[in-house]
Structure formats: structure tokens, C-alpha cells
């Protein structure tokens, strides 16, 4: 019998072994990116500290512009999220052959567009809406 | 496939007949897809969560002449909530840790931890919803409250259907010890765990702080 032709449960028993030789990375089924106690606790202390400032700064009030006040913690939550996606979740470019990062990509891309957009488009809504007492008046 | 030759009787050069099909499937070791798949459930989850934070955008300053967030949002409380989910954060990650090392009583202890202070979590939430509740700012005052409600309560919802599954994962492990399938339902419940913490960011970001800025 040619391998070409070899029976189903033949082809399982290569294929395992296949498996066990090399290709059990490409399957993401070797997690070796699970970090260390190390890496926990640096994640964890950053976390606790881009937590700790915008909560600080909105609870003291120590910025006097609402508006800067806003991009700050903003910018403080952006680089939270990075760092539970490194730290926590294992985030890398090489994790199931990188189809993870492309998915994260994509919802990236469709929460910023649902976000943006709805914000943006409402607004203009909002703005251009006749007054409801003109409205009465008419 | 390539070097094969067309030839007349349609035979390769072995004499046997030309196939251009695979015919078995390609065959994948048992759960090693499951991985990937989870984080393509997480990512559309967190499409739904996108929905409700634009819901919120767009809704939370509507106040009907009800409560604005500046009056019912106690910071203090968000604070220690979000404490309490960072907390169960690395405690989850220990408890992974100790999954690696085989070390079950350990794995319990930790991920036994984690149940712990998301239950902290949610009895805060609680807490705080049924005194929005009774103080008039319940989900039918105003649309700011209604999006409010429901993205806060859908990100409670996942939170305790996280608790309800480390409860089930825990008995399972005690049961069947830490064999390859309870290590891969661990660790999806690990990425679960970790992204509720990620859009948990967002709430307090988005609608704590930055209300209690207006």
C-alpha cells in the first residue's frame, strides 16, 4: 500500500506522531507562552498602578480641565488593556500561527468604528435636532 | 500534486488513478482548536460589549431630568470593586501557574481565591444596583440609567456565569484530577476570567471616571 492510500486508522497513527515532532506549535496546542510568576506579578503591579492614578487623579479632582482630565485616564485605560493582554491573556503575534492577533485586529477595527461612529453620528443628531419647545411653537 | 503528469488513462505514475481531492481530513489532535475558537467567542463578545458602550456613548447624557453619574456614582465603591477583579486577576494567574507545575491542592486553593473575590465583586455590585434602585435611579428613570443598567449588568452577568463555571471546573478537577481536558477548559476559563477584567477597564474608564468628570 502506498502511503497515499493507507487506511484512515493509518493515517491517524502518522499523523500523531507528525504531530508529536513538530507540528504541535502550529496547533497552539503546546502552550509555552504561559508566563511566570514573574511576569503575573509585573502585569499585576502595573495594572494596579494605571488603576490607581486616574482614580486618583478624578478623585481628587487634580486636573482642573474635564477635558484633559478625560484623555489622560483615556490614555491610562489604552495602556491597561495592553498590559492585560500581554501580561494576562499571552497576547503575542505567534499564538495559533498569529490568527489570534488577526482576530484581535479585526474586533479592534469594528469596535473602533462602532464606537466612533455612533458617538460621532448621534452627536451631529443631537446638535441638529430642532429644540422640542421650537417644535411646539410651530 | 504537482509533478504529477496527466496521462491519457488518467493513471499517475504509480498506475494508480489521479486523485485531486484529500480524502481523509486533515486530522487535528483532540482540543487543538478549542483555543483559538474560544478567543473568536471572546472576540464577538466583545463586539457585544462594544454595542452597549456605544449604547452608553450615546445615551449617557440623557438624564430625563433624573440623577446625573456625578450624584449616584460612589468612587470609592468602584475603586474597591475594581480591586477585588484585579485581585481574582492574579489569583487566577497563580492558579495557572500552579496548573503547569501539577500541583492540584495548590491550583484548588488559588482558583478557590479567585471564586472568592469575584463573589466580592458581584455582592458589591449588587450592593450598589439595589441602592441606585431604591434611591429612584433605577433602569426606568432615565436612558443614561437604562445603558448604564445594562452594560454594568451584562458585565455581572458574564462575571457570575465565570463564578458558576470555576465552581463547575473546580468539582470537575476534583473529581477527575487535572487531565488534559480539565487543563484545556481551565485555561479557556483563564482567558474568560482575563477579558472580563479588560472590558471591566472600560466601565470603570468610560463610565465611572469619566461620568463622575461631567
Keep these: ?45 502595573l495594572s494596579v498602578l494605571l488603576t490607581a492614578v486616574p482614580f486618583w487623579a478624578v478623585m481628587t479632582g487634580a486636573f482642573k480641565d474635564p477635558s484633559t482630565a478625560a484623555l489622560v485616564i483615556m490614555l491610562f485605560a ?6 492585560h493582554m500581554i501580561y494576562f491573556l499571552h497576547m503575542n503575534t505567534k499564538s495559533e500561527n498569529g490568527w489570534t492577533m488577526m482576530a484581535l485586529i479585526f474586533t479592534i477595527i469594528l469596535v473602533v ?26 | 500534486m504537482s509533478s504529477v503528469s496527466l496521462k491519457k488513462d488518467g493513471l499517475d505514475e504509480k498506475g494508480e488513478p489521479l486523485s485531486f481531492y484529500q480524502l481523509e481530513e486533515h486530522h487535528h489532535p483532540e482540543g487543538s482548536s478549542t483555543m483559538l475558537g474560544f478567543w473568536m467567542y471572546l472576540m464577538s463578545d466583545c463586539l457585544i460589549f462594544a454595542v452597549l458602550f456605544a449604547a452608553y456613548g450615546v445615551l449617557g447624557s440623557s438624564y430625563a431630568g433624573g440623577p446625573t453619574p ?29 496548573m503547569e507545575e501539577g500541583r492540584q491542592r ?4 488559588w482558583l478557590a481565591f479567585t471564586g472568592l473575590f469575584g ?22 428613570r432615565s436612558a443614561f440609567l437604562s445603558s448604564f443598567f445594562t452594560l454594568v449588568g451584562t458585565h455581572g452577568l458574564h462575571v457570575t456565569m465565570g ?23 481551565l485555561m479557556c476559563l483563564s482567558m474568560f476570567w482575563h477579558f472580563l477584567d479588560v472590558i471591566w477597564i472600560g466601565v470603570f474608564t468610560f463610565v465611572y471616571l469619566m461620568g463622575s468628570l461631567r
Design chain 1, 113 to 138: 468604528i462602532t464606537l466612533s461612529g455612533s458617538i460621532w453620528v448621534m452627536y451631529h443628531m443631537n446638535t441638529n435636532m430642532m429644540p422640542m419647545q421650537a417644535a411646539v411653537d410651530m
Design chain 2, 106 to 109: 495548590i491550583m484548588q486553593m
Design chain 2, 119 to 140: 463573589l466580592c465583586f458581584l455582592s458589591i455590585e449588587m450592593y450598589e444596583f439595589a441602592t441606585l434602585i431604591h434611591e429612584g435611579a433605577g433602569p426606568t
Design chain 1, 1 to 45: 500500500m502506498t502511503d497515499r492510500h493507507a487506511t484512515p486508522h493509518d493515517a491517524h497513527a502518522e499523523h500523531a506522531h507528525d504531530d508529536h515532532a513538530h507540528g504541535h506549535d502550529d496547533h497552539g496546542n503546546d502552550h509555552a507562552s504561559h508566563g511566570t510568576r514573574g511576569s503575573y506579578l509585573k502585569g499585576f503591579f
Design chain 2, 163 to 185: 463564578f458558576i463555571w470555576l465552581v463547575t471546573l473546580m468539582v470537575q478537577v476534583q473529581k477527575h484530577g487535572l487531565i488534559a481536558a480539565n487543563k484545556r477548559r
Design chain 2, 70 to 98: 456625578k450624584e449616584i456614582f460612589e468612587l470609592p465603591l468602584v475603586a474597591v470593586n475594581t480591586a477585588m477583579l484585579l485581585f481574582s486577576s492574579i489569583t487566577y494567574g497563580f492558579a495557572m501557574l500552579s
Design chain 1, 78 to 83: 489604552v495602556l491597561q488593556i495592553i498590559v
